[in-house]
């Protein structure tokens, strides 16, 4: 059974969820689901734009133009969506973020305050999926981006070169999920730098590309393809996170600046997608051709716009920017995991969860079909519980008003309880309600999806509200609105 050891307010868990002893010449990460005890805390809020910034720098970002313009939206319509699709979805970020500060320790241990001790495995469980999925999602695009390139280099992109570009990639994912927070922060910090000048060059090479009287004379869409495209961003940016949003602020120490801490989460987060976003729509606007090719190869698709000798700077640009979202991805998912219930070792999580990204890699790489369709399909799916989870946390956050008790987020019979039914009840609710209002009619396995379309009488899974993908927002809504029905349980537990 976990334990607890220390004094209030720096209890460290003993037990599986303690820090893991390691070999002192290696300079793995000893913490996993403890809270960090103080004299590890330090730092400024600023210190949190360069994970965020890093990890959302990828030009996959321009790739994000083209899909958004898929839904059948004018370029105004998509600046716009993408706009205020990007930046709430990080400020959701910035808000779970907070509990981090408040609670020092991992985001999936945090949730226990709301959903209980034993309860929270369920999103523990819908969170290590996620991250796990988007890791994969990553390295695969690094491997399609550097088999494009040596291609138009004539260095052969075949399957050899996505083999071993995998090989790298996936090693060096791994290495900084096992090592752990301090590596990953200091990757980051380099891959802002590099990535960021790089991607301006890239933008300076193929802006004599955009056609703007073409990107202008684009249709307006209807209101059911706007928010389609609006929860679409939301979800392929900023709710791809929230799950893990507490993972990094918390080494902050409790003096730190809150409303800081929002901001500069959501700065660092949002402002490169912003930008990217809306060059993409420049480039994909610009060129049905391009578009399409973007569907296939999001971001190989893109050097084919650069002269030769400016391909193997892309290529470090684009490995680099999404090895820095992978990296914060599999970090995450290693706690994400222990934090489900599985009794090992962080930095051997993180190394698990790699073998599993290796695994889903090589389908994305050598499986059938257009990229686009299997990531708007994953994206969807799992984006209606986190959603719903996302919605039942902030609630949490936004009605606790003391400080979380470390003791009792490690012990089903502490004031948390061992299943809030109501937390988890909204989940469920909230998933099965969201994944009726959503279709995913490109992915076959998914075709199950959006059986409320035609009873609600919104025209069914072909009509005009099918592609909206309304349940991300109603899961979002319920967990939400649901979860501020917990103001009395709340109110008990600070009272112990």
């Known amino acids: 059974m ?31 689901l403890n809270p960090i005890p103080e004299e590890e805390r330090h730092g400024t809020p600023r210190t949190l734009f360069w994970p965020w910034f890093g990890a959302n720098v990828s030009v996959l970002g321009l790739s994000y133009g083209s899909w958004l313009l898929a839904f059948g939206v004018s370029f105004a319509q998509a600046l716009v969506v993408g706009l205020v699709g990007i930046v709430v979805s990080f400020l959701l970020c910035g808000f779970v973020s907070l509990a981090g500060k408040r609670g020092s320790a991992p985001t999936m241990v945090l949730s226990r305050a709301a959903f209980g001790v034993e309860g929270n495995r369920l999103p523990a469980v819908i969170s290590w999926v996620l991250t796990v999925g988007w890791e994969t999602v990553l390295a695969s695009l690094a491997v ?67 056609d703007l009287d073409t990107v202008t004379a684009l249709p307006a869409g209807s209101t059911p393809a706007v928010i389609g495209g609006l929860v679409f961003m939301m979800t392929g940016f900023g709710l791809g996170w929230v799950n893990a949003a507490a993972d990094y602020s918390r080494y902050l120490p409790r003096s730190a600046s809150s409303s800081g801490i929002v901001t500069w989460t959501t700065v660092g987060g949002a402002l490169a997608p912003v930008l990217l976003v809306a060059f993409g729509l420049l480039l994909a606007g610009s060129s049905a051709e391009l578009s399409e090719a973007i569907g296939a190869d999001p971001i190989g698709a893109l050097a084919t716009l650069l002269p030769t000798w400016a391909l193997v700077p892309f290529a470090l640009v684009a490995v680099l920017g999404l090895i820095g979202g992978a990296a914060l991805d599999i970090y995450s998912s290693g706690l994400a995991l222990l934090a489900a219930g599985i009794r090992i070792p962080r930095y051997l999580a993180a190394a698990v969860d790699g073998v599993i990204m290796a695994v889903g890699a090589v389908y994305f790489v050598f499986g059938p079909g257009d990229f686009v369709w299997k990531f708007q399909g994953f994206l969807i799916t799992l984006g209606v519980p986190i959603a719903a989870w996302c919605g039942v946390f902030l609630a949490d956050v936004l009605l606790r008003r003391g400080a979380y008790v470390h003791a009792d987020l490690y012990d089903g019979r502490g004031r948390y309880g061992a299943v809030n039914w109501l937390s988890v009840g909204l989940v469920v609710v909230g998933t099965v309600i969201g994944w009726g209002l959503v279709t995913n009619a490109s992915a076959e396995w998914l075709t199950w999806q959006g059986y409320l379309l035609d009873p609600l009488g919104l025209g069914g899974k072909q009509g005009d509200w099918a592609f909206a993908n309304l349940g991300v927002l109603a899961a979002l809504v319920i967990g939400f609105g649901g979860g501020l029905l917990g103001r009395a349980a709340i109110r008990r537990q600070e009272a112990v």
């Open 2 to 32: 976990t334990g607890t050891s220390g004094t209030p307010g720096t209890t460290r868990p003993v037990g599986p969820d303690a820090p893991t002893a390691v070999p002192a010449g290696l300079a793995v990460e000893l913490n996993a």
């Open 144 to 210: 399609l981006a550097t088999a494009t390139v040596f291609g138009e280099l004539g260095w052969g992109g075949g399957t050899p070169t996505k083999v071993i570009a995998l090989a790298v990639v996936v090693a060096v994912v791994i290495a900084a999920g096992v090592f752990g927070f301090r590596v990953v922060m200091r990757l980051q910090a380099l891959i802002t730098v590099v990535t960021g000048v790089l991607t301006v060059v890239y933008v300076l090479l193929v802006a004599d590309h955009v």
